[in-house]
């Protein structure tokens, strides 16, 4: 007999014999750069919503997406309830929860979604030093820049949406027969997405960039919000100075007027409890090209970002 | 068609710095160290060659892509462990490898499969299950091998492996790296300033320095023999020189190690039969080699 065939390497049973089970190839598909752009695309939308990473990564994601549906909950309840005890319409009319309110009722818990969920898409692998891992893979930068944006603007597309669908299903479940109740809400549903579209690429654009070029966990945070929250005080002020044609125009440098902008321009003035907000002054295509330059422009920004960075 | 060819490679970074300097070289696969101090320009050249840096002038084709028009290509077919930290903290290893792979383009099953196998071969278990964070530098260095590996690349560039290691850990990643390019049948780019180390591990050795290429030949050439034989043995040199002296040979004793002057082949049973009739622990046997440190001097 001959002693069986050596498995491992000869002459390093000292430290090989861990190691001892044999390397295997891989001769399976090797996809391309598309197919690697939209995993990282739906990885990127996972971890915003903190999926596959511990408990505490879940908590402000889930709790914001909630806190926006809240109000929409409410509405729809509370019509159920009105309808119940003898449907009182006119108390329903003056609901002010409703599709075409809904933004400006809102866009707060959006705005501290992307503050708190665009820095870990964009900050980690940085911080970390991950990125010479990315682009020494299939994705270039521009792919990276890509699936990280995308993937933040579907989780915050899960945000804005997801109130308006509970309201369309509340109203058709509703009404006295579905099928009216479907008829009636139908010609509501272009109009929120044309909204919940829009405004969602402004909020994901805008937070792209500023989380792409601030590493740091704590500034991005802080600069989201202030970048949300400064330019309407600082128009504001202006305003109040007395010279309201330049503080119109001035408005379209804050993205979040932009989007309340675009909400006017496809609903009309703000009605809230009787009263008539006029936000949109400017005509309402000119809100809407804003809003699409503001995410060209982040896109740009963000590619710019991811090429030059140096790893 | 060679492994790795460059041509009039220069790389000058804004500020004047000029780290590869028209730097050529045609290698063939096998394991290749590359060495040279720190600054020496070896970060540079495996960047360039990842398609990771533009190079400033000259070219450079991997496994016959060009890096700089076919970068996607040929990183399909490369991995690349950089030098610095690159594990985020908070991630396990399978999940950290198993995404790395999916980025290389394989299905998610695989990319699973491929995870679990190469972490395994780099010699982690259940800690693979555990955030990174909590991990020591040796088990660092092994995931970050791991992800090199794990799409199963035809060229392994590997950027100072044993940074940060104790002895102990160094022995286990030069086996490591010596196994993937001897059974794996993987080219490996071994960088490292230790020449040391990497003179136990290659076959091929390139020298920079300032970013010119100094040298690249077969590492037997760089190295020629010196007369010498070191015996090293935990206990009892003194008396093993003794006992050579005493049979005619030319020994002394040197802390645990005894050196022998070489003059023909008869040495060797000598050490061997004296050895086993002391009944000394001995460790290693070695011919002592010109060292490497002379190539820069």
């Known amino acids: 007999m ?262 006017g321009a496809v609903y009309g003035p703000l009605r809230i409890g009787g009263q008539t907000f006029d936000v949109a002054t400017l005509p309402g295509w000119v809100y809407v090209m804003t809003a699409l330059g503001y995410v060209a422009g982040s896109l740009a920004i963000v590619i710019r970002r991811y090429l030059t960075v140096t790893v | 068609m060679p492994l790795i060819a460059t041509k009039s490679l220069t790389k000058r970074y804004p500020g004047g710095v000029t780290a590869l300097d028209d730097l050529t070289v045609e290698l063939e696969p096998g394991i290749i160290g590359l060495v040279g101090a720190n600054g020496a320009g070896k970060s540079t050249l495996l960047r360039i060659l990842l398609g990771l840096l533009e190079p400033t002038a000259g070219s450079a084709s991997v496994l016959g892509y060009d890096v700089r028009t076919q970068g996607t290509a040929l990183r399909r077919y490369v991995g690349y462990m950089p030098e610095s930290d690159c594990l985020p903290p908070d991630t396990t290893a399978t999940d950290f490898v198993g995404q790395m792979a999916r980025w290389s383009g394989l299905p998610r099953s695989a990319a699973r499969e491929r995870a679990a196998d190469v972490l395994r071969h780099v010699g982690l278990y259940e800690e693979r299950y555990r955030p990174m964070g909590a991990y020591s530098t040796g088990m660092k260095q092994r995931v970050k091998l791991a992800q090199a590996l794990v799409h199963d690349p035809r060229l392994l560039l590997l950027d100072e492996p044993t940074n940060g290691l104790d002895p102990a850990g160094r022995d286990e990643m030069l086996a490591l790296v010596k196994r993937t390019g001897t059974e794996f049948g993987i080219a490996v780019v071994v960088a490292s300033h230790l020449l040391g180390e990497i003179e136990r591990v290659c076959d091929h050795l390139v020298a920079v320095d300032g970013g010119r290429l100094i040298r690249s030949a077969a590492l037997t050439t760089f190295t020629e023999r010196t007369g010498m034989l070191a015996v090293d043995v935990e206990e009892g040199a003194e008396r093993l020189a003794a006992a050579l002296m005493a049979a005619g040979v030319d020994a002394v004793a040197d802390g645990r190690t005894v050196l022998i002057h070489l003059e023909d082949e008869r040495p060797f049973d000598l050490v061997r039969d004296t050895v086993a009739e002391l009944g000394l622990p001995l460790v290693r046997i070695e011919q002592r080699r010109r060292g490497l440190e002379e190539l820069f001097q």
């Open chain 1, 2 to 263: 001959t002693a069986p065939a050596a498995r491992g390497p000869v002459g390093e049973a000292g430290t090989g014999s861990i190691y001892d089970l044999g390397y295997r190839g891989y001769d399976g598909p090797r996809f391309g750069r598309l197919t690697v752009l939209l995993s990282l695309l739906r990885q990127s939308l996972q971890e915003a919503y903190g999926i596959g990473r511990g408990g505490r990564a879940k908590v402000a994601p889930f709790l914001l997406l909630i806190l926006n549906a809240v109000p929409a909950m409410l509405a729809v309840g509370i019509s159920a309830f009105l309808n119940q005890a003898g449907g009182s319409e006119v108390l329903e009319q003056g609901m002010p929860i409703r599709h075409d309110t809904y933004w400006s009722l809102t866009s707060t818990f959006v705005m501290l979604f992307c503050a708190a969920q665009a820095p870990e898409l964009f900050g980690r692998d940085q911080r970390y030093g991950v990125l010479p891992l990315y682009f020494s893979r299939v994705l270039t930068r521009i792919d990276y820049a890509l699936a990280r944006t995308g993937g933040l603007y579907v989780a915050i597309l899960i945000v804005t949406l997801l109130p308006h669908l509970i309201l369309s299903v509340g109203a058709i479940l509703g009404a006295a027969d579905p099928i009216t109740g479907f008829r009636h809400e139908l010609p509501e549903v272009p109009r929120y997405l044309v909204v919940s579209l829009i405004g969602s690429a402004v909020f994901a654009g805008v937070s792209s960039v500023v989380a792409s070029y601030t590493p740091r966990r704590a500034y991005s945070v802080a600069a989201i919000i202030a970048i949300f929250i400064v330019p309407p005080i600082v128009v504001g002020i202006i305003a109040a100075l007395s010279v309201p044609d330049i503080a119109r125009v001035l408005l379209l440098a804050s993205p979040s007027d932009v989007v309340d902008g675009v909400n």
